[in-house]
T-cell receptor, first 119, second 115 residues
Framework: AQKVTQAQTEISVVEKEDVTLDCVYETRDTTYYLFWYKQPPSGELVFLIRRNSFDEQNEISGRYSWNFQKSTSSFNFTITASQVVDSAVYFCALSEANYSGGGADGLTFGKGTHLIIQP | DAMVIQNPRYQVTQFGKPVTLSCSQTLNHNVMYWYQQKSSQAPKLLFHYYDKDFNNEADTPDNFQSRRPNTSFCFLDIRSPGLGDTAMYLC??????????????FGDGTRLSIL
């Protein structure tokens, strides 16, 4: 069974601070994908990144960076110099890389971290 | 341009009155998913279609049904909605080639309120 744990329910920081959102996952699959999604108050899920299990390189995209470590089953997300517009709920998610026709083909989400950036 | 389109964006209906939510896609993806997201919770997969093959999650209530008349459209039918079905309903699509599963694209969701 797959499981994604986001232990931080809510984080509040002042604008311009750096903030890291933690994600720990469990899976028996050897090939899988990890994702981060942003969900603003309007409700849509905004795709941020996908990482496959073969690629442990860290990635940076502007103020966003991701640290994938298979050894600790973690896929953490850091926002540098946070801005008020970053305020949202952030979900970490996991899916199998190979379609099997069963329930695991959907995304397994963590419970989300509500990030509040105060001006 | 929106590639996964959900209608309506907001829906209010009465307890027990059947309701249908719509999802369409322009991506020509062979898999379409429906998720339910209750307030302050993570999205939860209800079921998905691989082409015309329907795959139901074990804990999805019988009250929830789905139809996929063609590649582009997929519907979520709630036969007798209860107050506990108030939620955001998210549609997603992906392409599966062979056994290789591509990432999912989400629509903006339908906020359903049962009164």
């Amino acid at each position: 069974a797959q499981k994604v744990t986001q232990a931080q329910t809510e984080i509040s920081v002042v604008e311009k601070e750096d903030v890291t959102l933690d994600c720990v996952y469990e899976t028996r699959d050897t090939t899988y994908y990890l994702f981060w999604y942003k969900q603003p108050p309007s409700g849509e899920l905004v795709f941020l990144i996908r990482r496959n299990s073969f690629d442990e390189q860290n990635e940076i995209s502007g103020r966003y960076s991701w640290n994938f470590q298979k050894s600790t089953s973690s896929f953490n997300f850091t926002i540098t110099a946070s801005q008020v517009v970053d305020s949202a709920v952030y979900f970490c998610a996991l899916s199998e890389a190979n379609y099997s026709g069963g329930g695991a083909d959907g995304l397994t989400f963590g419970k989300g971290t509500h990030l509040i950036i105060q001006p | 341009d929106a590639m996964v389109i959900q209608n309506p964006r907001y829906q209010v209906t009465q307890f027990g009155k059947p309701v249908t939510l719509s999802c369409s896609q322009t991506l020509n993806h062979n898999v379409m998913y429906w998720y339910q997201q209750k307030s302050s919770q993570a999205p939860k997969l209800l079921f998905h279609y691989y082409d015309k093959d329907f795959n139901n999650e074990a804990d999805t209530p019988d009250n929830f049904q789905s139809r996929r008349p063609n590649t582009s459209f997929c519907f979520l039918d709630i036969r007798s909605p209860g107050l506990g079905d108030t939620a955001m309903y998210l549609c997603a699509t992906s392409r599966v080639t062979g056994t290789f599963n591509q990432p999912q694209h989400f629509g903006d969701g339908t906020r359903l309120s049962i009164l």
